[in-house]
Every structure is written in C-alpha cells, then in structure tokens.
C-alpha cells in the first residue's frame, strides 16, 4: 500500500503546494500554523496530495489524511517520517498537542499524554517516562535546600525577557512569604533574549536569595507565541486551552514536589496575560492551591515591565534601562554576547506584546 504513495516535501515558496496543503487541512478541520520549519506532504499516483505533517523545533504539527484515504495507515508513515527527520538532525525528544479524541491514536504510536483539557487539548511526548524523569530532576535540584518540617513551598514561573526590577520585586515578596521558592524560567528560545542569556541574569539577579531555588521548564511549559493552535477554532479558546493546559502541567509539578502557593505579577499590559492570570486563579483555587497576584513594582508612577526595557533597547536608550532592571542586567548589555542581543532588539518590528 506504501508504494502507492510518494513523500515530498512541501516548501514555503510553492504556491501550488501551499495550496493543496491549506485545502487538506481545511477540510480536515485544521487551520496552518503559523511555526512551522518543515512540511512533509504524501501524494498518490496522480500527485495529489493525500497527507500531510510538520514540525517545528521538538513538536509535530499540522498531521492531517484525508478522508477518503483514512484507515491506510498514512498517519503512522508521516509521524514515522518526521521522527525520523528529527533524528537525524539530533532531535530525539517530541512532543505534540492534538485533540482530546485523537489521543489514543498517537498513544498507539508509542506517544504517552502528559496531561488534557477535556474537550479542548491532550499533550503528548514520545517517551513514556519523560515527565517522571522531568520530576525527578526537580526533585534533585531542591534536595540541597534544607526545608523545615511542614515548611511552605511556592512557586514562580516567568520568561524574564529580559530580567527587571519587576521581576526581582515579585520574586522577593514571594520568597518573603515562603520557606522555599521554585523559580522556573521558560526554557523555550522564542524571545528577543535568548533562553541561554535569560536563566544567566535570572541566576545573578536572584543570588542574594537563599530559599530560591532556579528551575526549566523544559518543553512542559511554552509561550502563547509557540503554542499549537490550529485544531482550535476560537482565539479566545486558544488562550483558555493554553491556560489550562500549561495549569495542568503545574499542578502535576506542584504535587511532586509539594508546592501549595504560586506567585504571579499583576498584568496591566499584555491582555492574553491578564486572561492567563484569571484562569490560572480560577482552576489552582479549584486544586486547592492559593495564587497570589502581586502588584507590579513601579518607576516614576509606571509599572515596570520587560516589553518597556525592550523597547527602550529598541529606541536605542539604554542608559534609560538602568533603574529598571538589576545592575546585572544593565552589565549584561555592555558584554558582546549583550551587544547582540540589543541588536537584535533593535532590529524587530515589535517588541511589546499584547
């Protein structure tokens, strides 16, 4: 049945491709994401295009077959396929999101579901104990921080693009309140500060600090900017499946490690963020957890944010930056390694989200 079908891949610039690619997955339900690094499409004799996948970085997306040729097992050659591509670029660790009813077909493929949304999202990686061994680098990373019987552990997640007076000002109110901190920076590198630079000034701006403790996060928690979205209709839905999706994720790592607050800053610039904050109080309030929104740290009667820092580096004023952020991460941007990531700055169209 395999010979009857051709591979090939679908480039960006092909329009009569791209074509037939937006045909297929319309019809299959599925809108194109927007991230994606590779297309594989699989064509019948009369080349027309019968299946489709993509990747980008360690997800699989975009997996669609068309009706009409469901139950040939194509699905499983396009997921084989683009393994294998992964592999051979040193990408062994994948991870995807589909809907909740198609779970069980990837489950079969060896993929083993981290946690859903019922009705909404069900992620999955291709190692069936990824998120145990995940947890049990946690663990490991707090066993040097000695905790006092029945002591009280919280929890900060934050991207810290770049790292500010904001952010510092969040992680001490929330280390004064607690006898632990886990500090998670996201590890995924889809900001204008680069995750190798990020965790860098989270780590020296946070070493006075003796009950914190850093943490990634791994593929277990992406930004709004990568997250798949193209098997959900709503854009209000997509926020609320993120949401809830990355909340269930948290509450799996809170239990582990027996975490009962988590600390977020208030968010009067990006609403995606302010929904987030809403959602995440809602559903940890429901598991029992207590979410604490702290109001931002202000600097002349302005709420210090990173998207102003950014923009400020943007403009070219970076003597400006220096009373909102530690005086780490002023430095940071006098080395060459810094210098190239103002550039970078520089050079964006739009360096503040909303």
């Not at 921080?145 to 510092?168: C, D, W, Y």
């Not at 957890?289 to 580096?313: F, H, T, Y």
């Amino acid at each position: 049945m395999y010979d009857n079908y051709t591979e090939a891949r679908v480039y960006p610039g092909d329009r009569r491709r791209q074509k037939e690619l937006s045909a297929l997955l319309e019809k299959e339900g599925i809108r194109q994401d927007g991230n994606l690094e590779y297309t594989l499409g699989l064509y019948d004799q009369e080349d027309r295009l019968v299946g489709t996948g993509s990747y980008y970085g360690n997800t699989l997306r975009c997996l669609a077959v068309d009706s009409a040729h469901q139950g040939e097992g194509l699905l499983n050659r396009i997921v084989s396929r683009l393994v294998d591509l992964r592999a051979q670029e040193g990408v062994f660790h994948l991870f995807l999101y589909t809907k909740c009813d198609k779970s069980p077909f990837f489950q079969d493929l060896g993929f083993a579901e981290i946690c859903r949304v019922e009705g909404m999202v069900a992620f999955l990686e291709n190692r069936r104990d990824g998120f145990t061994r995940y947890l049990a680098q946690l663990k490991k990373e707090s066993a040097a921080f000695s905790l006092p019987e029945g002591g009280k552990q919280a929890a900060i997640v934050m991207n810290a693009n770049p790292f500010t007076l904001g952010h510092r000002y969040l992680v001490e109110q929330a280390a004064a309140q607690c006898d632990l901190l886990h500090l998670f920076v996201v590890t995924e590198d889809a900001s204008l500060v680069p995750f190798s630079a990020r965790y860098r000034l989270v780590k020296e701006g946070t070493a006075d600090l003796p009950n914190v403790v850093l943490h990634q996060t791994g593929s277990y928690m992406i930004s709004s900017s990568t997250f798949p979205s193209y098997f959900i209709k709503d854009a209000g839905d997509v926020i609320r499946a993120q949401a809830r999706l990355d909340i269930q994720v948290f509450m799996r790592i809170a239990a582990a490690l027996g975490v009962s607050a988590r600390f977020v800053g208030e968010e009067p610039f990006s609403q995606v963020t302010s929904i987030y904050n809403g959602i995440m109080e809602e559903e940890l309030e429901k598991d029992g957890l207590c979410c604490n929104i702290i109001p931002r740290k202000e600097e002349d009667g302005r709420a210090i944010s990173a998207s102003a820092v950014r923009q400020l580096i943007h403009d070219g004023k970076l003597e400006e930056v220096r009373p909102l952020v530690p005086e780490s991460t002023y430095r940071f941007f006098l080395t060459p390694q810094g210098e190239k990531v103002a550039a970078a700055i520089r050079a964006a169209g739009e360096v503040i989200h909303y």
